[in-house]
């Protein structure tokens, strides 16, 4: 499967884009995009952690602050 350019992508943002929407709705469509897709390659590589997991790591994050 062939992956679109970054030039491709930005395009079909655009595209979904309503008539009247600002640099600033540019700005942030182009930020989701990138965090959606990073958190998909993220999950297609293993790099996530289960609740658990989560939860424990907060858990000693926490209890460091409050020493």
């Given amino acids: 499967m062939q992956t679109a350019s970054v030039k ?3 395009l079909k943002l ?3 884009l309503s008539d ?3 640099w ?3 700005a942030y469509s182009i930020y989701v995009h990138q965090k959606v897709a990073k958190g998909l390659d993220d ?7 289960s609740h658990e ?3 424990n790591k907060w858990k000693v994050k ?3 602050q409050m020493d």
Avoid: S
Wanted: net charge negative; charged share 45%.
């Fill in 14 to 16: 655009a595209d979904q």
């Fill in 53 to 55: 997991e989560l939860k």
């Fill in 62 to 64: 926490l209890a460091d």
């Fill in 20 to 22: 009247d929407a600002t």
């Fill in 43 to 49: 999950i297609k590589h293993g790099r996530t952690l």
């Fill in 24 to 26: 600033d709705d540019v």
């Fill in 8 to 10: 491709d992508e930005v």
